[in-house]
């Protein structure tokens, strides 16, 4: 491969991301859910944005107001599911957007770095941002990532093209600060671009001191802006869901106890040989070998550095990238100190263009194998789209997502818009898929109210009855699992689960064959204002009977006689009939507690 003209090495960068990210756009619904949009936090940004769209406010169950979003990301996604109807729709729009994103990221980078280090080492290191294993975990999934990315590039070009003028005008310096603004607003921990900025321009900023102030006022006013509409509107000063994560890294953490977890949290290095790690040998921060190895890994890959260092340093001084190679590691240490273990795919982002920085610099000076180099990561692009429909081909039981797109569905079909349901894992895809009111109890998407009362204090059953919250979603195996032994969050407070199994039904399970893994849904059977679960002839594939809600107002008070003996087999006097339907509620709630959800009728 001989070195390209700029226009033939667009080309390649864009056709290049387009194959390894866009092919997934042919999948079905639920494979694309499987296989791009795994986690569920994404859906918290697709459920807000919808209800944003329809004029329902910055909510995510309809009902709390939260700011549990980065505001640009979400801003984006708004005109998204304003415009693209349905569920499916809108997720393939969303992939569109990141894909776009990330070509223009690709080919702003490289216009940067071509003339510093030449054609195949500037291709070689835009491709790397692909090619490299995990990637398309961080920028393919819904998240702020590929739009945090591209701005990174932009405030790095912009301060490139300011430091080229001898004595750049103010309003440069002022536009410089903007995208410094944007670039936080799209992720808060890339509020670090205005110190490096500073840092790095200081000796321009003494010699033209009125640029300090343009370059700082945008920066300030809409950090400004930001905290007090926060605090106005959600009555916090940051983003819920970043409270709620820092609480569970630093309070609440179920390893917090463990001094040797604890220790194997803080040895686990940020950098994108950890992924590799976490594929072959498991979570680093769980398992002994796994630290050991990672540690290991990295302290080849430093060593390799210093031996290099006189390329890195060449490389660095040509292509002038320590600016923005420091924004990203900063970026990373201030994700690590803040959240510990609970760092997520996403949050690897700039792990991973600084990596793709490094190997396009250590390649200046070489051009053969900047060549190989390029190709070889030109191949590792295209076959992402192979490997994801191999991925997109195996067994969907063998995901919980399967399962609880399911049970999305089934609440669809069985229940009333105005019911409410809870849970700890998958409310976001719960919510999207079954355009019911869900209220996600990991706190993320919720409102300060709830951080102060469940998050801080533990008051989850007076919260779930306070709420009004009749139905309880949970991870959970076999076809009747008990929620005592479902899937047990960390900010559970003790004994409350197993007095929540009390209070809740069994409605209905999906699992795979084997049992695990499966998703379950359970009933507050007592409400009487949205109905009771009764057995019903109808049977999920698995041959298991379902239990749908009836509402009392549907069938009468005086039908109720009927309904019981239908259940209990137990005659019930007519006096009985009469009374007060509070006490009728009650009834219904004795005999549900005692009856075995899923019996099979006869």
């Known amino acids: 491969m001989r070195d390209l003209s700029r226009r033939g090495a667009a080309g390649i960068i864009a056709?290049?991301?387009a194959v390894a990210l866009g092919g997934v756009l042919f999948l079905g619904t639920d494979d694309l859910v499987r296989t791009v949009y795994f986690w569920d936090d994404e859906f918290y940004y697709f459920q807000i944005a919808r209800n944003v769209a329809a004029g329902q406010g910055f909510t995510f169950d309809g009902v709390h107001e939260t700011n549990g979003f980065q505001p640009l990301w979400l801003f984006l996604l708004v005109p998204v599911f304003g415009l693209a109807p349905g569920d499916d729709l809108p997720l393939r729009a969303v992939a569109v957007l990141e894909i776009g994103l990330l070509i223009a990221a690709g080919l702003w980078l490289f216009r940067v770095l071509a003339p510093r280090l030449g054609s195949s080492p500037a291709l070689a290191a835009?491709?790397?941002?692909?090619?490299?294993?995990?990637?398309?975990?961080?920028?393919?999934v819904g998240m702020e990532s590929s739009l945090s990315l591209c701005l990174l590039v932009i405030v790095w070009e912009r301060w490139l093209a300011l430091t080229g003028l001898e004595r750049p005008p103010l309003r440069r310096w002022l536009t410089l600060g903007g995208w410094c603004s944007l670039c936080y607003l799209a992720r808060l921990e890339a509020?670090?671009?205005?110190?490096?900025?500073?840092?790095?321009?200081r000796r321009r900023l003494r010699?033209?001191?009125?640029?300090?102030?343009?370059?700082?006022?945008l920066p300030v006013v809409s950090a400004v802006a930001y905290l007090a509409w926060n605090r106005l509107a959600f009555d916090t000063w940051l983003?819920?869901?970043?409270?709620?994560?820092?609480?569970?890294?630093?309070?609440?953490?179920?390893?917090?106890?463990?001094?040797?977890?604890?220790?194997?949290?803080?040895?686990?290095?940020?950098?994108?040989?950890?992924?590799?790690?976490?594929?072959?040998?498991?979570?680093?921060?769980?398992?002994?070998?796994?630290?050991?190895?990672?540690?290991?890994?990295?302290?080849?890959?430093?060593?390799?550095?210093?031996?290099?260092?006189?390329?890195?340093?060449?490389?660095?001084?040509?292509?002038?990238?320590?600016?923005?190679?420091?924004?990203?590691?900063?970026?990373?240490?201030?994700?690590?100190?803040?959240?510990?273990?609970?760092?997520?795919?996403?949050?690897?982002?700039?792990?991973?263009l600084g990596t793709a920085l490094i190997g396009g610099i250590l390649l200046h000076g070489t051009p053969r194998l900047a060549r190989l180099a390029a190709a070889g990561a030109l191949l590792a692009c295209l076959a992402r789209a192979p490997l994801a429909a191999w991925y997109a081909q195996r067994d969907p039981e063998e995901h919980v997502i399967h399962y609880v797109l399911q049970a999305a569905r089934w609440l669809e079909q069985h229940t009333t818009p105005s019911e409410r349901m809870t849970t700890w894992r998958w409310g976001g895809i719960l919510a999207y898929f079954s355009h019911r009111r869900v209220t996600v109890l990991d706190g993320l998407p919720n409102n300060a109210d709830f951080f102060r009362r469940v998050v801080q204090r533990g008051e989850i059953e007076a919260y779930l009855k306070g709420e009004g919250l009749s139905w309880l979603g949970a991870p959970a195996c076999g076809p009747a699992p008990s929620f005592r032994a479902a899937f047990t969050p960390a900010q559970m407070p003790g004994g409350a689960q197993a007095r929540l199994e009390q209070e809740f039904a069994l409605a209905v399970a999906f699992h795979s064959e084997r049992g695990c893994p499966g998703y379950a849904l359970w009933r507050a059977p007592w409400r009487t204002d949205?109905?009771?679960?009764?057995?019903?002839?109808?049977?999920?594939?698995?041959?298991?009977?379902?239990?749908?809600?009836?509402?009392?107002?549907?069938?009468?008070?005086?039908?109720l006689e009927e309904l019981l003996e239908s259940v209990s087999g137990a005659r019930i006097p007519d006096a009985q009939a009469r009374r007060p339907a509070r006490e009728l509620a009650q009834n219904l709630r004795e005999l549900s507690l005692r009856m075995d959800p899923l019996q099979r009728l006869q």
């Open 15 to 17: 056709a290049a991301f």
């Open 530 to 559: 949205v109905g009771v679960l009764l057995p019903t002839e109808e049977q999920d594939p698995a041959g298991q009977v379902l239990l749908h809600p009836v509402g009392l107002e549907e069938r009468g008070l005086h039908r």
């Open 126 to 140: 835009v491709l790397l941002i692909v090619a490299q294993p995990g990637s398309t975990k961080a920028f393919r």
């Open 191 to 201: 509020i670090v671009a205005v110190p490096v900025v500073l840092l790095f321009s």
């Open 239 to 352: 983003p819920i869901s970043g409270m709620v994560k820092a609480h569970w890294a630093w309070v609440e953490s179920p390893w917090a106890g463990s001094a040797r977890e604890r220790l194997l949290a803080w040895l686990r290095v940020p950098w994108v040989g950890d992924r590799l790690v976490q594929h072959v040998l498991g979570q680093p921060f769980r398992s002994p070998a796994a630290t050991v190895v990672n540690l290991l890994l990295a302290g080849v890959a430093l060593a390799a550095a210093w031996r290099a260092r006189r390329y890195l340093r060449a490389g660095l001084s040509a292509s002038r990238a320590a600016l923005l190679l420091l924004c990203c590691a900063l970026m990373v240490l201030v994700d690590k100190a803040t959240l510990r273990h609970l760092l997520a795919d996403w949050h690897a982002a700039p792990l991973f």
């Open 207 to 217: 010699q033209q001191p009125a640029a300090i102030a343009a370059l700082l006022a």
